[in-house]
C-alpha cells in the first residue's frame, strides 16, 4: 500500500506552466476538506482581489474535484480492521491497568506473556487473512488488497514477534533456530518441485540442480531432504566420495537442535562435539589428493568442502556459497545464527546484520524486505516508516506493541511533542477516516493518543452524519430512560467510554435542533435535558407556546403534552434555571387547561386558572391570555366555579394587567395576546380585557345574589 505525496488530477484544473496565466485572470485554485472524512474538494475560485473588484456574481461553470489520499477500506479488508481491533483494544485495556501499577509493570513477566500473546494474535489474524485472499473462491467483487500484501504483513509481523517478544527467561537464548523455522516458513527455499524433480532421477548427481540442492538444504536446516539426496551419493564411482558423504550424513542428522535440549550449557557442549566432528571430516578431506578429487562427471570435492565449510561455520564461506545460490542477506544471517554463531543471542543480532548488509544490502525495491533489515538491525524509527509505506496498519500496530515494549525513546518533551507511537496511530486512525461508516474505529484509536488523539476524535464524533430519519427513532420516554438506538446510541457509548461529556452534550444539542426543525419537539426537549442545555430546553418551550399562537389551541396540546413527561425528571436539576422551568411547567398546564375546556371539564379548568395564577408559573406576557381563557367560566350558567377568593385573585391580575399596560408596560404584558387577536392593537387588546373586567363584575354580581 504505497503512500502518495501528491495525486495528479484527468484531465487537469490546470495544465502544465499555466498557473501563472490562471492568476493573471483573476483566479485561483482553491480547496476545502471535508468534515465527513479525510477526503477534499478541489476548484478554481476567483482571488480575493478579484471578488472584491467584481461587477457582477455571474461566472462560468468549473469543476469540482473530490480527491482523497486514501482509498476507502473495503471487501476483505474491512473484516481485517475488525478483527485486528479487539487485539488493539486489548492492548489498550492493558495499558490502562499500567497507569494504576508500578512504573516498570509492563516490563514484568506476566505483561511481557500478555504482550507475546497479543503478537501472537496479530500474526494469527494477518495469516487468516492471507490464506482467505489466497484461495480462489468466488467473490462479490476483486480484492482490495492481493494475499502477497496479506503476506508481507504476515512476515513483518511474525519477525517483530520473534525477535521482540521472547518468552519470559528466554531473552539470552540464542535466537538462529527461532529465525531459520521463520526463514524456512515465508522463504521456501529449495523448493518442493526442485526436490520432485531430483528424487524421481535415477542418478540424481547428473542433475545441474542437485549440488545447489542440497547445499541449500544443509544450509536451511533441511535434514532429511539433505540426508536423503546425500544417500545418493553412495552409487558413485569415487571410492573416495562414499565415505565422504556418509560422515557428512551422520553429521547433519547428529546437529544439535536448541529444542532438543534443557539447558542452553548442554546445547553449547553438544556444539563444541559436533564442531569437532566436522573438523574431523575437513581433516580426512584434505588428505585426500588432488588427483583423486575428481569423477567421471565434476569436482566433487569442492562442492562437498562448500557443504564442510558451513559445517564449520566460516563466515566467508557462508556469505559466498549464498550469493552463488541466489540467497539475500536474510539467509546469511540466520545461517550465522545457526553455523557460524549457534549461540547467537538477539542482542547481538544487529552487529551481525551490519557487517552482512555492508556487502548484501536489502532490495531498495522491496518496502518489506527493508522492514526486516530493520527490525533484524533493531532500528525501530527505519522499521515503523517504512511499514507506513507498505501499510499503516503494519505501522501503527508495530509501534503500539514497540511502545509497550519500551523500544522507541519517548519524545523529549511529551507536553509538546507527539510520540512515535502517537504518530503512527494517528496516522492509521486518519486513513480510517477516509470511510465515514468506520468512525466508531476511527476514534478508538484516536482515543488512545493522548490529547491530539482526544481532540481529533472529538472533531470526528461532531461531524458524524446522525441519520435520525433511517432509524425508528425512539420515544422521548425511553431517551428520558437512556435507550437511544441507532447512530445516536452508538456516539452516547463512545462518548461514555472515553469520558467526552462535553462531545456528548454538543451532539444532544445537534440531535435537538434537527427536531425542533421538524417539529417534534418531545424528542428535542428530552435531548436538550439529555444535553443539560437549559436555555435550549427554554427556546423549545417557546417554540411550543409559538405554537399556540399561530394554531390554535388543538396543535399546542399536542406538542405541551409530548414536553410535559420531562417536568418530574427536572426537579433534581439544581443547575436548572428557575424562569425556565416555571415556563415548562406554565406549557404543561396551559395545554391541561385547553384540554378541560375542549372536554367541558369546567370544575378542573377553573382550577387550573388559578393554580396557573397562585403558583405564580406563567410568564407576564400570558397573564391577559390566561384571563380572556377565563370569561366563559366566570359566565358558565349551571354552577359558580370560583369561589371569591378565587375570583378576587383573577381580579387582582387583570387589575395590575390593565394598570402596567396603561403606564407604558403593555409590550410585557399584552405583546401575547396581542398576537392572538387578528389586526390587533393596543385598544383591541384592552377591549377585551374590559369583557374580562365585565365578567369578573356580573360573576361578583351572581355571588352575592345566592349568598343573598
Known amino acids: 500500500m504505497p503512500q502518495v505525496d501528491h495525486l495528479d488530477l484527468v484531465p487537469a484544473l490546470v495544465g502544465p506552466d499555466e498557473f501563472n496565466a490562471l492568476v493573471s485572470k483573476g483566479q485561483t485554485i482553491s480547496v476545502a476538506a471535508s468534515p465527513l472524512n479525510d477526503?477534499?474538494?478541489?476548484?478554481?475560485?476567483?482571488?480575493?482581489?478579484?471578488?472584491?473588484?467584481?461587477?457582477?456574481?455571474?461566472?462560468?461553470?468549473?469543476?469540482?474535484?473530490?480527491?482523497?489520499?486514501?482509498?476507502?477500506?473495503?471487501?476483505?479488508?474491512?473484516?481485517?480492521?475488525?478483527?485486528?481491533?479487539?487485539i488493539f483494544t486489548a492492548m489498550r485495556d492493558l495499558k490502562n491497568s499500567a497507569k494504576s501499577?508500578?512504573?516498570?509493570?509492563?516490563?514484568?513477566?506476566?505483561?511481557?506473556?500478555?504482550?507475546?500473546?497479543?503478537?501472537?494474535?496479530?500474526?494469527?489474524?494477518?495469516?487468516?487473512?492471507?490464506?482467505?485472499?489466497?484461495?480462489?473462491?468466488?467473490?462479490?467483487?476483486?480484492?482490495?488488497?492481493?494475499?502477497?500484501?496479506?503476506?508481507?504483513?504476515?512476515?513483518?509481523?511474525?519477525?517483530?514477534?520473534?525477535?521482540?517478544?521472547?518468552?519470559?527467561?528466554?531473552?539470552?537464548?540464542?535466537?538462529?533456530?527461532?529465525?531459520?523455522?521463520w526463514l524456512n516458513t515465508h522463504f521456501i527455499e529449495p523448493s518442493?518441485?526442485?526436490?520432485?524433480?531430483?528424487?524421481?532421477?535415477d542418478k540424481p548427481w547428473e542433475d545441474e540442480t542437485f549440488w545447489p540442492y542440497l547445499t541449500r538444504a544443509i544450509l536451511r536446516g533441511l535434514t532429511k531432504a539433505a540426508v536423503f539426496f546425500l544417500e545418493t551419493l553412495s552409487t558413485r564411482t569415487s571410492q573416495d566420495l562414499i565415505p565422504m558423504a556418509e560422515t557428512l550424513q551422520s553429521i547433519v542428522q547428529s546437529q544439535p537442535r536448541l529444542q532438543n535440549f534443557t539447558t542452553e550449557r548442554e546445547f553449547a557442549q553438544a556444539i563444541r562435539r559436533w564442531k569437532d566432528?566436522?573438523?574431523?571430516l575437513r581433516v580426512d578431506m584434505d588428505r585426500i589428493p588432488e588427483s583423486k578429487r575428481f569423477d567421471e562427471f565434476e569436482n566433487w570435492w569442492e562442492r562437498l568442502s562448500d557443504i564442510v565449510g558451513i559445517l564449520e561455520g566460516r563466515a566467508e564461506v557462508v556469505k559466498r556459497v549464498c550469493e552463488d545460490l541466489g540467497a539475500d542477506w536474510k539467509e546469511v544471517c540466520v545461517a550465522w545464527g545457526i553455523f557460524v554463531d549457534p549461540r547467537l543471542r538477539r542482542q547481538d543480532l544487529p552487529d551481525v546484520v551490519a557487517d552482512v548488509l555492508m556487502d548484501m544490502p536489502p532490495d531498495p525495491t522491496s518496502l518489506e524486505d527493508n522492514i526486516h533489515a530493520a527490525l533484524f538491525s533493531s532500528s525501530f524509527p527505519d522499521a515503523l516508516e517504512h511499514s507506513f509505506d507498505l501499510d499503516p496498519w503494519l505501522s501503527a500496530h508495530l509501534a503500539d506493541l514497540m511502545e509497550a515494549l519500551s523500544l522507541l525513546e519517548p519524545p523529549a518533551d511529551e507536553d509538546l511533542e507527539m510520540s512515535l507511537r502517537d504518530f503512527y496511530v494517528l496516522s492509521y486512525a486518519e486513513y480510517l477516516h477516509s470511510d465515514p461508516a468506520?468512525?466508531?474505529?476511527?476514534?478508538?484509536?484516536?482515543?488512545?493518543?493522548?490529547?491530539?488523539?482526544?481532540?481529533?476524535?472529538?472533531?470526528?464524533?461532531?461531524?458524524?452524519?446522525?441519520?435520525?430519519?433511517?432509524?425508528?427513532?425512539?420515544?422521548?420516554?425511553?431517551?428520558?430512560?437512556?435507550?437511544?438506538?441507532?447512530?445516536?446510541?452508538?456516539?452516547n457509548e463512545s462518548c461514555l467510554q472515553y469520558q467526552r461529556e462535553t462531545v456528548r452534550r454538543t451532539v444532544c444539542n445537534?440531535?435537538?435542533?434537527?427536531?425542533?426543525?421538524e417539529k417534534n419537539y418531545g424528542l428535542a426537549a428530552s435531548y436538550s435535558t439529555s444535553a443539560e442545555n437549559w436555555t435550549g430546553l427554554g427556546r423549545i418551550v417557546d417554540y411550543v407556546l409559538e405554537e399556540y399562537i399561530q394554531r390554535g389551541p388543538q396543535p399546542f396540546i399536542e406538542y405541551a403534552s409530548a414536553i410535559a413527561p420531562i417536568i418530574p425528571t427536572l426537579t433534581n436539576q439544581p443547575k436548572i434555571n428557575g424562569v425556565f422551568y416555571h415556563r415548562m411547567i406554565f406549557a404543561a398546564r396551559y395545554a391541561r387547561l385547553h384540554e378541560l375546556l375542549g372536554r367541558h371539564e369546567f370544575v378542573e379548568a377553573a382550577l387550573d386558572i388559578v393554580t396557573i395564577f397562585q403558583e405564580?408559573?406563567?410568564?407576564?406576557?400570558?397573564?391577559?391570555?390566561?384571563?380572556?381563557?377565563?370569561?366563559?367560566?366566570?359566565?358558565?350558567?349551571?354552577?359558580?366555579?370560583?369561589?371569591?377568593?378565587?375570583?378576587?385573585?383573577?381580579?387582582?391580575?387583570?387589575?395590575?394587567?390593565?394598570?402596567?399596560?396603561?403606564?407604558?408596560?403593555?409590550?410585557?404584558?399584552?405583546?401575547?395576546l396581542l398576537r392572538t387577536i387578528p389586526n390587533g392593537n393596543t385598544n383591541a387588546a384592552l377591549h377585551r380585557l374590559q369583557v374580562v373586567r365585565l365578567a369578573l363584575a356580573r360573576y361578583f354580581a351572581r355571588c352575592t345574589v345566592l349568598k343573598a
Open 39 to 86: 477526503s477534499h474538494a478541489l476548484f478554481i475560485t476567483p482571488t480575493y482581489d478579484h471578488a472584491l473588484n467584481a461587477k457582477s456574481s455571474d461566472s462560468e461553470d468549473q469543476p469540482i474535484y473530490f480527491i482523497s489520499l486514501h482509498g476507502a477500506p473495503s471487501s476483505e479488508r474491512r473484516l481485517f480492521i475488525t478483527d485486528t481491533l479487539a
Open 101 to 181: 501499577q508500578p512504573q516498570d509493570w509492563l516490563q514484568s513477566d506476566s505483561s511481557i506473556t500478555v504482550l507475546r500473546k497479543l503478537g501472537i494474535d496479530y500474526s494469527t489474524f494477518i495469516k487468516e487473512c492471507w490464506v482467505h485472499a489466497s484461495q480462489p473462491i468466488p467473490r462479490d467483487g476483486p480484492l482490495q488488497f492481493p494475499s502477497d500484501h496479506y503476506r508481507s504483513l504476515f512476515t513483518c509481523f511474525s519477525l517483530f514477534v520473534i525477535l521482540f517478544t521472547p518468552e519470559p527467561g528466554y531473552e539470552q537464548a540464542p535466537v538462529g533456530d527461532e529465525l531459520m523455522e
Open 192 to 201: 518442493t518441485e526442485e526436490g520432485d524433480h531430483l528424487s524421481s532421477l
Open 277 to 280: 566432528k566436522v573438523k574431523a
Open 438 to 491: 468506520l468512525w466508531r474505529i476511527t476514534v478508538d484509536y484516536m482515543y488512545a493518543c493522548g490529547e491530539i488523539g482526544k481532540k481529533r476524535g472529538d472533531e470526528v464524533l461532531l461531524r458524524v452524519p446522525l441519520k435520525l430519519h433511517q432509524t425508528n427513532n425512539p420515544s422521548a420516554d425511553s431517551i428520558r430512560a437512556g435507550d437511544i438506538t441507532g447512530t445516536l446510541k452508538d456516539i
Open 510 to 517: 445537534i440531535a435537538s435542533q434537527i427536531f425542533i426543525q
Open 616 to 672: 405564580d408559573v406563567a410568564p407576564s406576557s400570558w397573564w391577559a391570555v390566561v384571563l380572556c381563557d377565563s370569561v366563559p367560566l366566570l359566565e358558565y350558567e349551571p354552577r359558580l366555579l370560583f369561589s371569591s377568593p378565587q375570583a378576587s385573585l383573577l381580579l387582582l391580575k387583570l387589575e395590575e394587567v390593565i394598570a402596567r399596560a396603561s403606564h407604558g408596560a403593555s409590550t410585557e404584558y399584552l405583546s401575547t
